[in-house]
């Protein structure tokens, strides 16, 4: 980890309400192979004991408080803060695979004309192969998480009015500005389920086969098919 010259790589964390699985999240970021990187943490009001379990860490990250204001929100406070030339968001319920930064930045590094870099993921027990960059899909359907390496001077910054499906609202905005990703098709993270925090991510192929057999409520998932029609408007997708 780089804590003294200007980090590759940034690395911020938003947090909200997620003091159970923050440490296994940070313990990847700080066990990865690749260490020219700096890790932001940015505590969105957290009521829970997040303060608490990160007094181990705070020599290690920057740890930046705001009131709560929304996932979005928190995410931009790290990009301010941010000294990176990439940007990694990666959600606290996230434990990354040790070579995780490692093949981001060397495949990123080896696709010039590529913006950023996704992989396959497991969320809960699920794997997710994801699919090779294709504009028409992504259109389609929200299937890159927000979990990416991005070149920063291509980074626009997060509607911070858009509530849900953040991670589709900015890969449509970069596509509408010309830029693409390229895909690593290897699983580098898995996602924990969890209720209540800033990450309740659902893949856009869960709205449409049955929701109980993967353990989400009806709720949540109506949720997002309502975010869903506010970014296809957003985008003109309807």
């Known amino acids: ?34 260490s020219d990187f700096e890790l932001i943490l940015v505590n969105d009001g957290s009521t829970d004991n997040t303060e608490e379990m990160l007094q181990p860490f705070l020599d290690r990250i920057t740890y930046i408080y705001q009131e709560n204001r929304g996932g979005n929100a928190a995410r931009n406070r790290g990009w301010w803060a941010a ?34 870099v996704y992989c396959s993921f497991r969320y809960g027990w699920k794997k997710f192969t994801m699919w090779p960059f294709d504009a028409d899909r992504l259109r389609r359907m929200n299937y890159i998480h927000t979990t990416s390496l991005i070149r920063r ?48 991510w659902v893949p856009g192929i869960f709205y449409r086969i049955p929701w109980r057999k993967f353990g989400l409520r009806v709720q949540i998932v109506e949720k997002f098919q309502a975010a869903e029609r506010i970014i296809r408007k957003k985008h003109s997708l309807l």
């Open 1 to 34: 980890m780089n804590t003294t010259s200007t980090p590759n790589i940034s690395i911020i964390v938003p947090a909200y309400q997620h003091a159970r699985e923050l440490s296994a999240c940070l313990n990847s970021i700080l066990s990865q192979t690749y």
């Open 83 to 116: 000294r990176g030339r990439f940007l990694l968001f990666c959600d606290a319920d996230i434990v990354m695979r040790p070579d995780c930064l490692q093949l981001m930045i060397q495949t990123l590094n080896q696709h010039p004309e590529a913006s950023y």
């Open 153 to 200: 001077e291509h980074f626009p910054g997060f509607d911070e009015t858009v509530r849900r499906l953040q991670d589709w609202d900015l890969w449509l905005t970069m596509l509408e500005a010309g830029h693409q990703g390229v895909w690593i098709p290897k699983v580098l993270f898995r996602a924990i389920p969890h209720q209540g925090g800033i990450s309740t």
